[in-house]
């Protein structure tokens, strides 16, 4: 079972910038796809930022301009820079991996990380 160990949520201010990071426990190449969710209460955990292997990335367009989403490979760890916070972002932030084993995917989640925006 492959661990994902978030980091980086917190209390930030309307307007202000959070980096989240995502740890795998093994080789961050082992994954053909990683990305960021998030679910705030009440909703549905829906899709903030994916990035394949070869770099290419996808956001909604709601979040487009704001969120940035990267990898160190050197590293092993998956970042989501987020700016220009606003108090709709307050949610769980779940990093999520997909690993092809054979015929089959498998998904990856980590524990979430919480992130509150407000004065």
């Known amino acids: 079972q492959v661990q994902l160990v978030e980091s980086g949520g917190g209390l930030v201010q309307p307007g202000g910038s959070l980096r989240l990071s995502c740890a795998p426990d093994?080789?961050?190449?082992?994954?053909?796809?990683m990305g960021w969710y998030r679910q705030a209460p009440g909703k549905q955990r829906e899709l903030v930022a994916t990035?394949?292997?070869?770099?290419?990335?996808t956001y909604p367009d709601s979040l487009k301009g704001r969120f940035t989403i990267s990898r160190d490979n050197a590293k092993n760890t998956l970042y989501l820079q987020m700016n220009s916070l606003k108090p709709e972002d307050t949610a769980v932030y779940y990093c999520?991996?997909?690993?092809?084993?054979?015929?089959?995917?498998?998904?990856?989640w980590g524990q979430g990380t919480q992130v509150t925006v407000a004065s």
């Open positions: 999520n991996a997909k690993q092809a084993l054979a015929a089959n995917i498998r998904d990856y």
């Open positions: 093994e080789s961050i190449f082992s994954f053909y796809s």
């Open positions: 990035i394949l292997n070869n770099g290419r990335t």
